[in-house]
């Protein structure tokens, strides 16, 4: 019998040394820094690149590929041409605001470590990779290969990861760290929408700028507004109750040469769980948009303040959607982006069930779209139909059994409305690193993992590998 949890403990010092690590790596995907050499930036590239120094001091062979994704493998002897996937990422959301620390900076503290990608999904992918290392150092026999395999652009339209799923074998079946425990085996559809348009005000009250939002699948928690006019005086007035009545949402205000510039501040949190964060875009707009704008700039604070405003579950949109397996629609508004007499746009995320699609979603955008602006949505180019592998599935049982028998804890499968590299595979499901108990910081300002919880994840991985790449 091998004790997981007592291996896991033995090489705990290290996890935690090569997190932090990973955690000084900016890896926010950044296009405008594109080269031959780092396609998605240099971030991602060097989040990659700090990885597969890890594996080399491991003594792994990392293949890397193109710059945007990368594998290595434990093939023992007793293995046949069949691969269990683990996949994991190594790119970060972007910090966005609100720190209490360096977000590049780890930092521990009462018991827990604080950095961009702590738990998602640095540590998650550390933990995973450590569990092999433990399969890997034990030499156990195994039925079919493991390749751990890292991509750089989760956060965004899976370049790499797609890029690898088109040129190498595909994985017989496998999971992916970067979920919650016990198991996901179950994700709703993912679509992601645009509209835009150039950006017009005619009235004494005018516009200038907006904007809000880093990513589609995060929820805001910063947004500015630059307006000018002669009612700014008015809208300075009204601010203070506007924030009496709304507590959740804070505010600064600045006058500088006849330009008003209001920052609304909010909660940041996942996209997948709009309920989780107050979106300071749509807070902001709401505010705006009782005042005398015109143009389509009117349109724009009104459909945000309005129709798309506290609104998780795409109701007010007429997006709403349920089945009994996967639950509700839900929406996110991540990015609003107002220029005057520029390119302007809005963003909107959905994590859909099985009960509507992409096609369904798109068209409802298009009846509810701001009614003074005359283009409408389209699918950004990232869609992902709902995945679901059965509970009666050896890959779930299996799963949940060493969750179960090394935790103590219930087991029983989940459907979310993240997304993870699990969907890429048939059989592929997310399983942890988020224990039912921690809390959950991920895409928000101070996001940690508990470093105890780091150990107990390895422990439970290493044991995972091992058991599935011995299953058909």
């Given amino acids: ?22 955690i000084s790596v900016n890896s926010v995907r950044d296009d405008s820094q594109a080269s031959s050499e780092a396609p998605l930036g240099p971030g991602p590239r060097d989040g990659l690149l700090k990885f597969a120094d890890l594996a080399k001091r491991d003594q792994f062979k990392f293949v890397n590929l193109k710059n945007i994704v990368g594998y290595l493998e434990y093939a023992p002897a007793s293995a046949d041409n069949q691969y269990v996937g683990i996949l994991a990422h190594v790119d970060v959301m972007p910090a966005g605001d609100r720190w209490q620390t360096d977000p590049f900076t780890a930092v521990i503290k009462d018991g827990k470590i604080f950095g961009r990608g702590s738990s998602d999904d640095k540590g998650p992918a550390l933990a995973g990779y450590y569990g092999l290392k ?11 290969k493991v390749r751990f395999i890292l991509g750089s652009d989760e956060e965004n339209d899976w370049t790499g990861m797609n890029y690898y799923f088109k040129n190498q074998p595909t994985p017989l079946l496998g999971f992916s760290p970067d979920a919650d425990f016990p198991i996901i085996n179950g994700e709703k559809g993912l679509s992601q929408y645009q509209i835009h348009f150039t950006g017009k005000n005619d009235s004494k009250l005018k516009l200038i700028n907006f904007q809000s939002g880093y990513r589609t699948n995060m929820v805001p928690g910063k947004a500015v507004a630059v307006i000018q006019g002669s009612d700014i005086t008015e809208v300075h007035h009204k601010l203070s109750d506007y924030l009496a009545a709304n507590v959740a949402i804070s505010a600064t205000i600045t006058l500088d040469q006849e330009r008003l510039t209001i920052t609304f501040n909010g909660k940041q949190a996942h996209g997948a769980w709009p309920e989780q964060g107050e979106n300071a875009g749509t807070y902001l707009a709401n505010f705006l948009s009782v005042f005398p704008f015109s143009g389509n700039a009117a349109s724009f604070l009104t459909y945000l303040g309005g129709i798309a405003h506290q609104d998780p579950k795409g109701v007010k949109l007429g997006l709403s959607s349920h089945d009994d397996v996967m639950g509700d629609l839900s929406m996110n508004v991540g990015i609003m982006n107002f220029t005057e007499n520029q390119d302007s746009f809005i963003d909107i995320n959905t994590r859909f069930p099985k009960s509507t699609s992409d096609d369904q979603i798109l068209k409802q955008l298009n009846l509810s779209k701001p009614s003074g602006i005359d283009s409408k949505f389209a699918n950004k180019g990232f869609s992902q139909a709902p995945h679901y592998v059965s509970p009666s599935d050896p890959l779930v049982k299996t799963l949940l059994a060493i969750y179960h028998e090394q935790t103590g804890a219930p087991a029983h499968g989940k459907v979310i409305g993240g997304g993870t590299f699990g969907r890429l595979m048939t059989r592929g499901v997310g399983y942890g690193a988020l224990f039912p108990d921690a809390e959950a910081t991920m895409h928000q300002a101070n996001e940690n993992f508990r470093l105890a919880d780091l150990t107990k994840a390895t422990s439970i991985y290493a044991q995972a590998i091992y058991e599935i790449a011995n299953l058909d």
Avoid: F, Y
């Fill in 1 to 22: 019998m091998i004790d997981w949890q007592k291996e896991a403990k033995k090489i705990e010092p290290g996890i935690v040394a090569d997190l932090k690590a990973l």
């Fill in 134 to 144: 433990i399969v890997r150092d034990l030499a156990l026999p195994l039925k079919h």
